[in-house]
């Protein structure tokens, strides 16, 4: 078995539980940073946390789970994130769906084979006024339209990696 | 200059002038002023502003918290977005203000991750406040301390449900708690604390400001003031609005712009929907009550694609305790789809129904208490075209 001290993210999780706070109330933040830098909150990251905390990493992954923004497969470096609700669906949502589709050769909720992208339908994130929206990574794109979507995912493609 | 015109909320306000004016008062006037206003709470349950305060006000404990409820989670909602983007002056001068009311040192904001874009500004703004006395020690040397830090969600529509949302600031997933006991005196950590909306929040300063009675008499009789909606849909001027209580829909709809009309949708996800024919209703707590979400939908559009993209929020954004809402909603989910394909007749959905009954009485949380609402209301108020196929 190893040791927790040996999972090779240790050091940098442990310094992202400390400038929180080794406390069961930090575990939110803690994971949501473990997220940003990682891109997931791996089984052994969740190890780590649980260890740091001093709680059964079962409730670290069952916290994990139930939040939309904690993932514990790896993303893409962009994530693609479009509204599905009903004041997008009426802004046209749909057609954008199609194109962002086409153009990556995936369908929401996977990742490109080359791991750059990763297509998502979340649910409202309050922009139902300026809809259809999107978000690539945290930036958030409104009144976008199948021809914006486009481009956008073209400029993702050639920056690349 | 602020772009935005209002008669309370959205009128002019010199940033510090609500906060100075409470801090002029006892704890006692500011009660009495909020009562006097008549202002419930506008996250949707309509629970007055005066009790909640004066409850965790009376409650004995080293600590208490209060909280401002900015998860603002419900599809066709963004009010509470553009408060905090153009005017969170008002929101965090109502939480000081809460603070110093309840005997509170901490108020945390519980922003969505969705607005994880508003993180920096609000923090700097916070700053600044600090900087001007208005937070932190001593404020405006009155000897009260109070300070205000930003807890980001992590996407999950369930933790605008005040208790759901405690559990989630305790590091928990975001479960619903059984209320009684209620936070006011068992709340985050176990001490008494408030949780208020953004908005009701941010009318505070205005009321202490012109006073409770100014305020009451905006309105109708049992709905004081005005209300922020969110307009959405089928519409030429989307956008925020501040409207008085008892306007109708009509006149909302001719505000936004809207025309050749079929249905909309008051509430959100979890509201409900009315046709054509009650479009002469008033917003108020006495006819249509609701957090602020109205979706216009024209003519063009079918009812039942709505309703199925309403059941599928649910079905996902349902926390899973409790069966009624957890299968609950994926009964009603493939009703619809059914309906979709003409798979059940009018004289079918009787089971449906109550199922939905059972829901609403049974479901342990808000969530599965109002996510059979737009399954009703559509069906009922829509039954020609959903059964007789009239378009
Ligand atoms: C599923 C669900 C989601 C909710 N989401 C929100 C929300 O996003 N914002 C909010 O202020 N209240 C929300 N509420 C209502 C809160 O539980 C609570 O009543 C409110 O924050 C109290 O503040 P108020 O009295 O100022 O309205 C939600 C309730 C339920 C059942
Ligand atoms: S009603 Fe739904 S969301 Fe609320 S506690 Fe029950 S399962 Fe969870």
Same mark, same amino acid.
């Given at each position: 078995m190893q040791l927790v001290e040996e999972i090779p993210a240790y050091g940098e999780i442990k310094e992202i539980v400390e400038k929180h706070g080794a406390d069961r109330r930090n575990l939110l933040p803690i994971l949501s940073d473990i997220r940003k830098e990682k891109k997931f909150v791996s089984p052994e990251a969740a190890q780590v946390v649980a260890h740091l905390l001093g709680i059964h990493p079962v409730e670290v992954n069952s916290v994990v789970s139930f939040y939309h923004f904690l993932n514990d497969t790896p993303k893409g470096?962009? /994530?693609?994130?479009?509204?599905?609700? /009903?004041?997008?669906?009426?802004?046209?949502?749909?057609?954008?769906?199609?194109?962002?589709?086409?153009?990556?050769? /995936?369908? =929401?909720?996977?990742?490109?084979?080359?791991?750059?992208?990763?297509?998502?339908? #979340?649910?409202?994130?309050?922009?139902?006024?300026?809809?259809? =929206?999107?978000? #690539?990574?945290?930036?958030?794109?409104?009144? /976008?339209?199948?021809?914006?979507?486009?481009?956008? #995912?073209?400029? #993702?493609? =050639?920056?690349?990696? | 200059m602020k772009k935005r015109n209002g008669k309370i909320i959205f009128s002019e306000y010199t940033p510090g002038s609500g906060l100075k004016k409470a801090f002029e008062l006892s704890r006692q006037d500011?009660?009495?002023?909020?009562?006097?206003?008549?202002?419930?709470?506008?996250?949707?349950?309509?629970?007055?502003?005066?009790?909640?305060? &004066?409850?965790?006000?009376?409650?004995?404990?080293?600590?208490?918290?209060?909280?401002?409820n900015a998860d603002e989670g419900e599809p066709g909602t963004f009010k509470d977005r553009v408060l905090l983007n153009e005017y969170p002056e008002l929101v965090f001068?109502?939480?000081?203000?809460?603070?110093?009311?309840?005997?509170?040192?901490?108020?945390?904001?519980?922003?969505?991750?969705?607005?994880?874009?508003?993180?920096?500004?609000?923090?700097?703004?916070?700053?600044? &406040?600090?900087?001007?006395?208005?937070?932190g020690k001593n404020i405006l040397g009155k000897g009260f301390d109070f300070d205000i830090h930003i807890f980001l969600g992590q996407g999950a529509?369930?933790?605008?449900?005040?208790?759901?949302?405690?559990?989630?600031?305790?590091?928990?997933?975001?479960?619903?708690?059984?209320r009684p006991p209620f936070p006011v005196t068992t709340g985050l950590f176990g001490k008494p604390t408030v949780v208020n909306n953004v908005e009701t929040l941010a009318t505070v300063p205005h009321i202490l400001l012109k006073g409770g009675e100014w305020y009451a008499r905006f309105g109708t009789e049992k709905s004081k003031g005005t209300k922020l909606v969110s307009i959405s849909g089928d519409c030429e001027n989307p956008g925020v609005?501040?409207?008085?209580?008892?306007?109708?829909?009509?006149?909302?709809?001719?505000?936004?712009?809207?025309?050749?009309?079929?249905?909309?949708?008051?509430?959100?996800?979890?509201?409900?929907?009315?046709?054509?024919?009650q479009f002469g209703r008033k917003l108020a707590y006495e006819d249509l009550a609701t957090g602020g979400s109205i979706?216009?939908?024209?003519?063009?559009?079918? &009812?039942?694609?709505?309703l199925e993209n309403f059941m599928e929020f649910f079905v996902e954004e349902s926390c899973g305790q409790c069966t009624p809402c957890r299968i609950g909603n994926v009964k009603l989910l493939e009703a619809v789809r059914q309906m979709k394909d003409g798979g059940i007749p009018e004289s079918g959905m009787k089971k449906y129904f109550?199922?939905?009954?059972? &829901?609403?009485?049974?479901?342990?949380?808000?969530?599965?208490?109002?996510?059979?609402?737009?399954?009703?209301?559509?069906?009922?108020?829509?039954?020609e075209e959903i059964f007789h196929k009239t378009v």
């Open positions: 470096k962009y /994530v693609i994130r479009l509204c599905k609700n /009903v004041s997008c669906m009426l802004n046209g949502k749909e057609e954008i769906k199609k194109e962002i589709e086409k153009k990556l050769g /995936v369908r =929401a909720g996977e990742t490109t084979d080359d791991k750059l992208v990763t297509f998502e339908e #979340i649910n409202c994130f309050g922009l139902c006024d300026v809809g259809p =929206a999107m978000m #690539i990574n945290e930036e958030v794109y409104t009144h /976008v339209t199948p021809q914006k979507a486009n481009e956008l #995912i073209s400029e #993702i493609l =050639a920056r690349g990696k | 500011i009660l009495f002023e909020l009562k006097t206003s008549q202002l419930r709470g506008r996250g949707g349950a309509g629970f007055p502003i005066a009790t909640k305060w &004066m409850l965790t006000a009376a409650a004995k404990s080293d600590e208490k918290y209060l909280i401002c001068e109502g939480m000081v203000t809460g603070g110093y009311v309840i005997g509170a040192k901490t108020g945390i904001l519980y922003l969505r991750g969705e607005y994880s874009y508003l993180l920096s500004q609000l923090n700097d703004f916070l700053e600044g &406040m600090r900087k001007q006395n208005l937070l529509y369930v933790c605008g449900e005040e208790t759901a949302l405690i559990e989630s600031l305790e590091g928990h997933r975001g479960e619903a708690r059984n609005y501040e409207v008085e209580w008892g306007i109708t829909i009509r006149e909302l709809l001719e505000l936004a712009g809207a025309k050749n009309l079929k249905a909309v949708q008051v509430g959100g996800a979890s509201g409900i929907c009315i046709d054509e024919s979706i216009i939908f024209n003519k063009e559009r079918n &009812m039942l694609d709505a109550d199922l939905a009954e059972t &829901m609403k009485l049974a479901s342990k949380c808000g969530l599965g208490q109002s996510s059979p609402n737009p399954f009703v209301s559509i069906v009922k108020n829509f039954r």
